[in-house]
Each structure stands twice: as C-alpha cells, then as structure tokens.
C-alpha cells in the first residue's frame, strides 16, 4: 500500500538532502525551493469573515401575513353551500388580528359573486361587527356615489346591442359588485344610513329619467332598499315614462315589493 506524504515525513527525508550531482540541477533547484519554503513555514490563517444574517421584522411580518392570506383565499374558493360549516371552522382556526386583510378579501369575493352573498354573510359574522363596519366605511367613503353608472358605460351604451361584449361583460360585473355593497351596507349599517342612500339613489333617479344607462343600474339598489322607498317616491317612480320594457318590470318589481311588505 502506498503510504502518505505528509509534511513531517517531506521534512525528515528532504531537509537532509545536500547537493547531490546525481540529482538533475533542475530538480535540485526545486527541491531547494521547496527546502526554503519548509524552513519559513509559516502559514497564517486569513482572518474570517464573521457573517452576520441580517433579519427583517418587517420582512417576517410580511411573509406571515401573505401565508395566511392565501390560506384564508384558499378556503374562500372552496366555499359552498355544502361545505360552509367547514370551512367557517376551519377561517375560525386561521384568522387573527389585525383582521383587515380578511375582512377585505372576503368583501372582494363577495363583490365578486352575488349569487352567494348569504354564505360570504356568514363567514363574515366570524368577524367582530366594528371591524366589518370599520372596513366598509372606508369603502363607501372613497366612493359615496358607488352605484352611479361609470362614463364608460354611458359612452358606449351598455345595454344596446352595438355595445361590445366585452364592455357588456364588464359592466355587468361592475354593476353586481356595486349591489353587493348595497347589501353590506344595509345588512352593517343602521337604518338611517341606509335611508340616506335611498334617498340619494331616489333623487338622481327622478333627475335622471331619460338615459336608461342611469337610471335601470340605480333601480336595482331601490329594489334591495325597497323597505325604504316611500309612498310619495313610488308614486313618482311610476309615474316614469319607461324608456324600455326593462325599466317597466324594475319599476313594478320595486312597487309589488313594497305593497307586500304592507
């Protein structure tokens, strides 16, 4: 087996080497400069360089509050009228102050499907009231006149059928996201409140007869704020020369609903 060559065994066998003419001058040359260097054999460790990880608490915090947002956004997708038990649970286990970013997430799912609004009711109780009310009132307070029909669709006259399909789409997207927040409005807020929106809803509406583009987006908000329509306001609701067949059955719709509650 061939053994080791250390640095203790290059000494003990080369530091005796003297000139030696059967040694080639070239070899020699090295050996006496490897013989140099073993005498001044002194190696120095480079100093080394402490490394020091730096830790963001801001960093920290941020990549925390995104896990759990897409947890709580994971669960919200899988929300059904089957599994709402569930998954009510399981946002219970997962939600924690500051409850904004939640609250806000489950707004926005909602805004996005009006069909399921009573099951994004529900999780939303999961929430203290004042927190829910907190994050709605920013919402209308960026934007009190939410449910007036943007220019664009007015523009390109959303309801004709020489309106894009795309822009169609869109409005009516738009439009659904606007009535859920009538109904959060009306579900968090007190009644006066609530009445205050009838009331400017009512008055645009009266000023505002002859473009459809306003006036049939702006009946939908009356009629899930049908209880706070009065007599003299449903009178004059009717009183609207229709523009179309559609403005007609909003229009009834509004006054069945408010003959049923009495």
């Keep these: ?19 030696n003419p059967d040694i080639d001058i070239r070899t020699l040359e090295k050996i006496n400069t490897i013989k140099e260097t073993i005498n001044n054999d002194v190696y120095v460790k480079p100093p080394t360089k402490t490394f020091v990880k730096h830790i963001s608490a801001f960093n920290c915090r941020f990549r ?12 919200l997708n899988k929300l059904t009228i089957n599994n709402i038990e569930t998954i009510i ?3 219970e286990n997962h939600i924690s102050e500051p409850y904004d970013t939640d609250i806000n997430n489950i707004i926005n799912f909602m805004r996005l499907d009006i069909k399921n609004i009573k099951n994004y009711l529900r999780v939303l109780k999961i929430f203290p009231d004042k927190e829910v009310l907190k994050q709605l009132d920013k919402i209308y307070n960026n934007n009190e006149t939410y449910w ?9 006259k959303v309801y004709s059928t020489d309106c894009p399909e795309d822009i169609y789409s869109s409005f009516n997207k738009w439009k659904d996201s606007q ?15 609530a009445s ?8 645009f509406i009266f000023k505002n007869t002859i473009v ?19 007599d ?18 909003k229009i009834e719709s509004i006054k069945k609903m408010i003959l049923n509650v009495k």
Excluded: C, G
């Design 179 to 193: 009535l859920v927040l009538t109904e959060l409005l009306l579900f968090y807020k007190d009644i006066h409140f």
């Design 232 to 249: 003299k306001d449903l009178n004059n609701l009717i009183l609207i020369d229709a523009i179309s067949s559609s403005t007609k059955f």
């Design 89 to 91: 649970t399981k946002l």
């Design 1 to 19: 087996m061939t053994s080791i060559l250390n640095l203790a065994t290059f000494k003990e066998v080369y530091l005796q080497i003297d000139e």
């Design 212 to 230: 459809r583009e306003l006036i049939d987006p702006t009946l939908e908000h009356l009629i899930i704020l049908h209880q706070l329509v009065n």
């Design 64 to 75: 925390e509050e995104d896990t759990k947002k897409k947890t709580v956004i994971s669960f």
């Design 196 to 203: 205050n929106i009838a009331r400017d809803i009512l008055d």
């Design 148 to 156: 007036m029909t943007p220019e664009e669709y007015i523009k390109n």
